[in-house]
């Protein structure tokens, strides 16, 4: 049984309580123009200039779940003092569920706090399966409206917004996050729209994500054009009245 993951981050402090070891899985089925990770779109390892050592060099690597293991093990003694874990992240990590759910089951049998970032994109059945063995589940949703989304990532929002629902009625420690990006969900119109999605899940806590620009240059090392080049960056500060209105709906809203 083997993965194609394209990074293993350690020490992570930013994916979880305490300190943690990320997993970053290649493939994802969603376009988000404003993505950071484009080198995480195919499911396959890919090549892709690297500035440093002046040549290409090939991104990502099909990994067996002992290797992974073998791998994200080492720092138990960091995760034990600290309260930490291990996240699963992409990419998106349901484009290869099977692998995920195997690796979360082994986790948890090594007492390793799980925790995942996912798009909810898949079907009902498998996305109810996987969060079984997450601990801490962050689920991204980039809009509300199915028009928007399907603009802005290239895929209905049907399937995510039914897991979602399902997250919200059955997962004990969910934490939507919000990209926020200028000209497609930014207007404080939106950001009513966004919590009124949540009160009807009964979700009472969001963390929003100003849009910034690291991964610009990836787009180019791959030779992909990116589309949103010359769009400002945002700042936690710009999105101070976005987060009074969801505090006005009773949602806990943080900037990260």
Known sequence: MKACVFNIQKFSLHDGPGIRTVVFFKGCPLRCKWCANPESFKLQP????DPVKKAEIT?????????????????????????????LSGGEVLAQAGFATELLKQLKANNIHTACETTGYTSPAVF???????????FDVKHYDNTRHAAGTGVSNELILANLATAATLHPNLLVRIPIIPNYNDTLEDASGFAKLLKEHDIHQVELLPFHQFGEKKYEYLGKDYALLDLPQL?????AEHQRIFEYHGIKCRVR
């Open 235 to 239: 700042h936690s500060e710009d999105l």
């Open 46 to 49: 890919e090549l892709m200039w």
């Open 128 to 138: 109810a399966e996987f969060m079984t063995h997450v601990d801490l589940l962050f």
């Open 59 to 87: 991104v990502g690597e099909y990994k067996t779940l002992d290797a992974i293991l073998d791998e994200v093990m080492k720092d138990i003694d960091f995760y034990e003092e600290s309260g930490g874990g291990v996240t």
